[in-house]
């Protein structure tokens, strides 16, 4: 499968612990996306990442939330001290880049639930 | 108002009717333009994208823009049960931006 992949699918937690997500993006794509949805909603923008280089992170994304991509391959998004209203879908995308090209594609998300 | 407005539905047509799906925005500087599907708890899946205005056709979808209006559509020829999902449309001002979306159109094809 050359698609991009997201671990874990489902993620249980209680309230005040801390989660880590994990996306592995299309092989030679430098563009990653992370994107929160909620019911009935479609995708927020979180951040974005041009090889290792977080390049825009948007309102949403408290001091809570960090996000790497280390080598310029896969990305982690981590959530510190989580709370009820961070429960969501959390959606991975990836792009291959270039000045007209803006396709990108998604992983099949990390489910979060905070009790 | 948001900057991507999409009628969340729901949608229900009979087996081989013709789909027409919408979204408008007020943001003249979008300039890519996507429609994703999206099953019950999956990831969105890229069904069409098109770059400026224009029409641009694949299989059984046609995606069309009018920049002039602000309004994008998408049209599923032959609708079947399989086509049942909710159908997201996305757009961005430039390549390597977030993708604005809307809130989604949930889609029934009945048999």
């Known amino acids: 499968d050359t698609g991009v992949s997201q671990n874990p699918r489902h993620k249980i937690t209680k309230r005040g612990q801390n989660v880590t997500f994990r996306c592995d993006p299309i092989?030679?794509?430098?563009?990653l996306y992370w994107y929160r949805q909620t019911l009935g909603q479609g995708p927020e923008f979180l951040t974005y990442f041009q090889n290792e280089a977080q390049l825009e992170k948007s309102r949403l994304l408290s001091d809570r939330f960090s996000a790497e991509r280390p080598k310029g391959s896969f990305s982690t998004l981590e959530i510190q001290r989580t709370e009820q209203g961070d429960s969501a879908m959390y959606l991975c995308?990836?792009?291959?880049?270039?000045?007209?090209?803006?396709?990108?594609?998604f992983g099949p998300g990390t489910r979060l639930t905070v009790l | 108002q948001k900057e991507v407005e999409q009628d969340p539905g729901p949608l229900s047509v009979p087996e081989g009717a013709i789909v027409s799906l919408n979204c408008t925005y007020s943001?003249?500087?979008?300039?890519?333009f996507m429609w994703y599907r999206q099953y019950s708890r999956k990831g969105p899946e890229l069904l069409m994208y098109t770059y400026s205005s224009g029409n641009k056709e694949d299989g059984r979808f046609t995606a069309q823009v009018d920049k002039s209006s602000k309004y994008i559509s998408l049209f599923i020829r032959d609708s079947q049960p399989s086509d049942s999902a909710t159908y997201l449309c996305?757009?961005?001002?430039?390549?390597?931006?977030?993708?604005?979306f809307g809130k989604g159109t949930t889609l029934s094809v009945s048999s």
């Open positions: 943001n003249s500087a979008f300039q890519y």
């Open positions: 996305a757009m961005s001002r430039q390549a390597g931006t977030a993708l604005i």
């Open positions: 995308a990836s792009s291959l880049g270039g000045t007209y090209n803006n396709e990108q594609f």
């Open positions: 092989s030679e794509h430098n563009r």
